[in-house]
């Protein structure tokens, strides 16, 4: 199975795809990138916060919103992948300086690309957060967002070197810091009105993407969590579990 075909977007023209959450979001999105760039989609890559400088062999194009329009976007080909940025942070390493979201709303709108997707959240790395007031920023034309779960979290305690924002964490989950992370933190941090799908806009699809499961433990532990959200039968909320380093996908809702 691949990631596009997990999600059920790959008929979704044009479809706008916002990455939340922490442990992969990068990766996720490059690697749906590369798929549909296979299936020849145009396919935009950009964010509302902050991304890594793209490597060369992940993007057939790298622009800056200062030196184009909407319409400067329109001529490109099938099967290529384009990275937005709003210019580029000059630091160790440099970072793609996020776009206005509108004008994301702005490009699904004019419809020069297949798919686009968005970077719409920060973790520092993390394997898993809880957002603040001002996170995420997701455009309003979003019509997948995929909140990502890193199943390395589990078993270990609460803590700023685990969790992005342990406070939050905490408020949506009712636990304490140095509390372990289990199974019932997670699916209390998916489905808290403030928790992974925070502002996510009225009709989109939900999908958690628990990612990391590299291990047999960490893969039963994520099928665990897919089939209770099942048996909660919540409306628009889907659930893949995933080992994106193998590229492997063992349980999709």
């Known amino acids: 199975m691949l990631l596009q075909e997990a999600l059920h977007i790959a008929s979704d023209t044009p479809a706008v795809v916002s990455f939340v959450g922490g442990g992969g979001k990068t990766t996720a999105m490059f690697l749906l990138a590369g798929e549909l760039k296979a299936l020849g989609k145009k396919v935009l890559i950009t964010t509302t916060t902050n991304i890594f400088v793209p490597e060369p062999w992940q993007c057939d194009e790298f622009m800056l919103e200062g030196c184009t329009g909407v319409d400067a976007l329109a001529a490109r080909s099938s099967g290529t992948i384009t990275c937005l940025g709003n210019g580029v942070i000059d630091a160790t390493p440099r970072k793609v300086k996020s776009i206005d979201p509108a004008f994301i709303d702005e490009l699904r709108s004019a ?8 970077e719409a959240d920060g973790a520092k790395r993390k394997p898993v957060k809880a957002p603040a007031e001002y996170e995420p920023v997701i455009p309003s ?8 779960i890193g199943l390395d979290c589990l078993g270990k305690p609460v803590s700023e070197e685990t969790v992005h924002r342990c406070g939050l964490f905490c408020a949506c989950t009712g636990k304490k810091p140095g509390d372990m992370i289990d199974r019932e933190s997670i699916l209390r941090l998916i489905l808290a009105k403030n928790g992974l799908f925070k502002g996510a806009p009225t009709g989109s699809r939900n999908v958690v993407l628990l990612n990391k499961a590299d291990t047999p433990v960490l893969r039963e532990q994520g099928e665990c969590i897919a089939r209770e959200l099942g048996g909660l039968q919540a409306p628009g909320l889907g659930c893949v579990v995933a080992s994106l380093r193998q590229k492997k996908f063992f349980a999709a809702r």
């Open 111 to 118: 419809g020069h690309f297949d798919c686009i997707l968005v």
């Open 141 to 148: 034309s979003t019509t997948l967002v995929m909140g990502v």
